[in-house]
Each structure stands twice: as C-alpha cells, then as structure tokens.
C-alpha cells in the first residue's frame, strides 16, 4: 500500500503544480475575482474532477499557492547557514543571501504583488513571513553595540528589506541578483555589526 501511494505521490504534486501556474498565470490576466474553477481547469488541461481531488475550491489552491511559496521562502533563507553561526556585514557575501535567489528563480509567482486583484493576503503574508524570518532564526548586533530596542529594530530592518524586494520585483528586476544583492550588504553595513543564525 505504501509503495503505491510513493508512486502516486510525484504525479499528484505535478498536477498540483499544475493548476497553481494556471491559477497565477489567469490572476497575471483577469484578476483574482475573476477566476473560476472552470478557468484553472482549462488552462491546466485538467478536468474538474480531477482538481476536486486536490482541492475543494479556488480558495484551498490559492491558500496551498501561498503557503507552499512563503515557507519554500523560509527554507532558502536557511539554506547557507548552520545553526549558531555568525556573520559580520564586512563579511557578507552573495550566497548569504539566498533569498533573493529564491524570489528570482519563483519570480512568477512573487509578481503577484504587482497585480492589484491578486491572492487574498499575499501583500500582507509576504512581508510578515520576513519578519517571522527575523524575530525567529537571527539575532542582530548593531554597529558599536549601540542598545536599541531589538523588536523595533527586527521589524525596521524586516520591512524596510521588505520595501526593498518590493521595489525590485515592481520593477520589474532591472538590477541583476548580484548588483541588487551588492546593494543589500552595503546598506546592511551601515546599521548592523553582525547577524547570527539561530536555527530551529
């Protein structure tokens, strides 16, 4: 029984897959509103039988697009660091910052923000989930160990790096990942000493 559901289980992820770029390719399109079950369906050449398999609604895809995306966010900010490690910003380096990588390899999906009728909660989920970042796997030293409220400090830090992929997906990436990445440390460099990986 196992050994089937094993290899039923790549096809179900595709067909997933599937109806998620049609979902954001028809929100690129009409909007969000707009869409209907029928739409996805036709655009992945799919049945609707088969996307009531997966899901019970545009809705439950549009949740399962967002959380899949935001936590596949997560999983790369990780990637480059081990539990406990420490980086000084006079040292940052380009694969420290995964992230950005991430955004640019899913930028499909995170042009979403672009669109006015897009998924439900994206425009508030997106910057949350780097905060989350933040205030959960690093702790932050500032320059000359100036004290600060490390709360606000997370959450200036967060958003303003928020407002920062903002403006470069809206902009439709003009700056490549390295030149945008550069820009990112230098701007680190001026208000953050050190930053350490917390992990798990």
């Given at each position: 029984m196992k050994m089937d559901q094993n290899s039923v289980s790549p096809r179900k992820n595709r067909t997933k897959e599937h109806l998620k770029f049609a979902l954001i390719d028809l929100i690129k399109e009409k909007g969000y509103h707009s869409v209907s079950v029928k739409d996805i369906v036709d655009r992945a050449a799919y049945n609707?039988?088969?996307?009531?398999?997966?899901?019970?609604?545009?809705?439950?895809?549009?949740?399962?697009?967002?959380?899949?995306?935001l936590q596949g966010l997560e999983e790369a900010v990780a990637e480059p660091y081990?539990?406990?490690?420490?980086?000084?910003?006079?040292?940052?380096?380009?694969?420290?910052?995964?992230?950005?990588?991430?955004?640019?390899?899913?930028?499909?999906?995170?042009?979403?923000?672009?669109c006015d009728d897009t998924l439900p909660g994206l425009h508030l989920k997106f910057p949350r989930t780097i905060l989350k970042?933040?205030?959960?796997?690093?702790?932050?030293?500032?320059?000359?160990?100036?004290?600060?409220?490390m709360d606000y400090f997370k959450?200036?830090?967060?958003?303003?790096?928020?407002?920062?992929?903002?403006?470069?997906?809206?902009g439709g990436f003009k700056e490549t990942q390295e030149e945008f990445i550069r820009e990112i440390i230098d701007l680190s460099k001026t208000h953050i000493y050190s930053v350490k990986y917390i992990g798990e």
């Open positions: 609707r039988s088969t996307f009531y398999i997966h899901y019970l609604d545009k809705m439950e895809l549009a949740e399962d697009l967002i959380v899949s995306m081990s539990p406990g490690q420490k980086v000084y910003t006079t040292k940052l380096n380009p694969p420290a910052f995964n992230i950005i990588s991430y955004i640019y390899k899913n930028r499909n999906f995170f042009e979403l923000i672009n970042i933040y205030q959960e796997k690093f702790t932050f030293e500032t320059i000359n160990h100036m004290p600060v409220n959450r200036y830090t967060a958003y303003g790096f928020y407002g920062l992929i903002q403006n470069w997906i809206t």
